[in-house]
């Protein structure tokens, strides 16, 4: 049964019958019950759970939901791939092409207006994205305006990959035009299924090429790497592309798909990364990182691709995305990309169904409110504007000076939400506050226009080159704490084979980086970088005290033997971060 007629899967009852004709149908009851043993699936009665028990208890009895599970080196008693390459502690090493069509941070609402500007504030506001991403921040800013916010909100969404510009453009494109019933779900699989049905691949083409063959017409006879502008409108809101005529004639691939695209070498090309047998160790050091039943819904993900709530069928989702596959049949990603990196953990388990357990449902449930509320806004008397580019965030001084005429005034900013681009493997810090600085409001203007800046790699690359002085006591002080953190694992750890071999040496590598001293790495991050130098120069200044975003939102937060130390730091240890990403905020210097 296809996924858009069975209505609302918060309460769908998980027992899946197969007809005569070989047709799957859901129950359609609402569910009130859940599998005690596993906690993923749910069901309307005891009957209904009993029928279906011959299909579920295969996965309930599933050796990944057992806490005794243990990674395949163990079992093959041999030392983990990955020590042989790397060290112990690292969480992930890269596999798969380097391209990010998902974000790498939880999603922010980079506004805040309520606790800056105010929530009275009328005025226009503008949002810089220099290298967006996915545009996740761009949605839940939105989601958080006040609802009495009358003034234009304009979002310039840029990236340097053109993959993630034309994504964003057909998503914001779908939202604009698509069937209100169905447009939510069909942006969510767009943005993170691998495979859709062929009722959503079907209003894709129908609604949205027509609009990009409608503009590669106009622009037939211009030259390839001049700029067109496209500006599409619904009521109050507004999508414009700017895009070079090359990048306009790269469009329709992401509706059409590859040549030759079919089910089949779709998904042998996403198993050749997410299942290459290279990296078996590595997908297992992650998995023993989870708690059980989040183990075992990672799996099921990292297997069928579509985001959907652990029951429900994925049978109607027989079209490879092609958004994932525009000219190659390759998955695009690497193989720990994960859609559950974009967003808050916390956040989204709290719209958990009956199965607790099913965290990738609850993400699809969260995100499918999220996107409901989005929609909603951009088809109200709201006046919302989006400014679509594709453009290294360097160059994008170039880009304002041409999107300025000579009689209006300077293109300024109330945010600018750079990502990670300040890291020191790309812009750094310099060349960043340099590019971005002089687009900053001036306090003159509005005293809460801020700039934003991401450290993903700051803590490593100066843990790397600290050397060894000190790092055998702090060792030994986060092993005390790791003992009242989980005595079982370290239980775990003395019970087994004194070797690289036993997993909890492994898992405890790594958990002894969740607790580093973040403070001394990014005093001395900023010490060789001259952020000092580096802000003088850009007019710019840190603020004291950040107004959006925490400074270190992964930390850890509660103290040894505070309630909920434990679960806070099993979260964290899953979530495919380690505590040590750090944004800065930086206002106007004068």
């Keep these: 049964m296809c996924h858009l007629q069975t209505g609302s899967w918060e309460y769908l009852c998980g027992n899946v019958k197969i007809d005569s004709d070989g047709i799957e149908r859901h129950c359609a009851k609402h569910a009130g019950i859940f599998c005690k043993e596993c906690e993923l699936v749910q069901y309307c009665c005891r009957n ?7 299909v579920h208890k295969i996965d309930c009895k599933s050796s990944y939901l057992q806490k005794t599970w243990k990674p395949a080196w163990d079992e093959e008693r041999r030392i983990s791939s990955f020590l042989l390459e790397d060290d112990a502690g690292s969480p992930f090493q890269h596999f798969g092409p380097p391209k990010y069509l998902w974000g790498n941070m939880p999603a922010f609402d980079v506004l805040k207006l309520s606790q800056n500007e105010g929530p009275d504030y009328h005025r226009d506001l503008r949002i810089l994205f220099p290298a967006c991403g996915d545009f996740r921040n761009a949605i839940v800013s939105i989601e958080g305006l006040p609802s009495a916010y009358d003034g234009l909100l304009e979002c310039f969404l840029n990236d340097r990959d053109f993959d993630v510009v034309a994504r964003n453009a057909i998503m914001l494109l779908l939202a604009m035009f698509c069937d209100p019933d169905n447009v939510c779900e069909m942006i969510l699989h767009i943005w993170y299924s691998a495979s859709i049905t062929s009722e959503m691949l079907r209003e894709l083409r129908q609604k949205i090429l027509p609009l990009i063959k409608d503009v590669l017409a106009k622009i037939e006879d211009e030259s390839g790497h001049d700029l067109f502008s496209k500006t599409f409108k619904v009521g109050s809101c507004s999508v414009r592309l700017i895009l070079s005529k090359e990048s306009w004639q790269l469009m329709p691939a992401y509706l059409l798909g590859a040549p030759e695209l079919d089910a089949a070498n779709a998904e042998m090309a996403r198993n050749s990364i997410m299942f290459a047998p290279s990296r078996r160790h590595f997908r297992e050091r992650a998995l023993f990182n989870c708690p059980p039943a989040w183990r075992f819904g990672a799996l099921h993900q990292r297997t069928n691709g579509v985001l959907l709530p652990f029951a429900a069928s994925r049978s109607a989702f027989t079209e490879p995305n092609p958004t994932f596959f525009p000219r190659t049949i390759e998955w695009p990603m690497k193989d720990s990309s994960d859609p559950l990196f974009d967003w808050d953990c916390h956040l989204v388990q709290t719209g958990c169904g009956n199965a607790k357990a099913d965290v990738y449902g609850a993400l699809y449930f969260y995100l499918r409110g999220l996107l409901r509320k989005f929609y909603r806004h951009l088809h109200s008397s709201a006046k919302t504007s989006f400014v679509v580019s594709h453009h290294n965030a360097i160059s994008l001084p170039e880009l304002m000076r041409d999107l300025q005429s000579s009689e209006s005034a300077p293109i300024l900013f109330d945010r600018i939400d750079c990502s990670n681009v300040a890291d020191e493997e790309f812009l750094g810090i310099k060349k960043t506050l340099a590019t971005v600085g002089p687009f900053l409001k001036p306090k003159s203007e509005n005293p809460h226009a801020t700039i934003l800046t991401l450290f993903l790699n700051a803590i490593d690359n100066a843990d790397s080159s600290s050397g060894n002085t000190g790092k055998r006591d702090a060792f030994r002080q986060h092993y005390r704490t790791l003992m009242s ?71 850890l937060k509660k103290e040894q033997g505070e309630t909920g130390a434990k679960e806070e730091f099993e979260l964290l240890r899953a979530s495919g971060h380690v505590g040590c990403e750090r944004y800065v905020e930086w206002v106007k210097a004068e």
């Design 48 to 54: 209904c759970q009993q029928e279906h028990w011959e």
């Design 485 to 555: 953190l989980n005595p079982w694992a370290l239980q775990e750890f003395h019970s087994g084979e004194p070797s690289l071999r036993n997993p909890a040496f492994v898992r405890i590598a790594g958990d002894t980086k969740l607790l580093r001293d973040h403070e001394k790495f990014f005093n001395m991050h900023m010490i060789k970088q001259d952020f000092s130098a580096a802000a003088f120069h850009a007019g710019v200044k840190m603020k004291q005290h950040h107004t959006i975003i925490e400074a270190w939102p992964m930390r």
